[in-house]
């Protein structure tokens, strides 16, 4: 596998627990959390002013899918591994 799949895999996880981090800090609610996560992705899927392929759109929203998948399951009391989140992605495209 290339490296920087393999940094980003790292990053994102890191992010994840950031922002249980935040919400456990009572900085943001997971709801406002979530809406932050949701906006970001509506405006990468409405962003046409980038002649993007489906593919790579799909690729710059899949940090966010699994940020939204992370912070669901959190709220649940569930921590899944970021293989578990690539395949619920997966299902989710």
């Not at 799949?5 to 919400?23: H, R, Y």
């Not at 962003?47 to 699994?66: G, M, Q, T, W, Y």
Request: with cysteine; charged share 30%; hydrophobic share 45%.
């Amino acid at each position: 596998m290339n490296t920087a799949n393999l940094q980003l895999k790292g990053l994102i996880m890191a992010m994840a627990s950031i922002c249980d981090a935040i919400v456990e800090k009572d900085l943001l609610t997971r709801q406002e959390l979530n809406a932050a996560l949701s906006k970001a992705k509506k405006a990468i899927e409405e962003d046409d002013d980038h002649e993007l392929s489906d593919a790579n759109r799909a690729a710059i929203l899949f940090p966010i899918r699994v940020l939204l998948l992370a912070e669901e399951a959190s709220g649940r009391g569930e921590q899944l591994t970021f293989s578990d989140y690539a395949k619920l992605v997966g299902k989710m495209s």
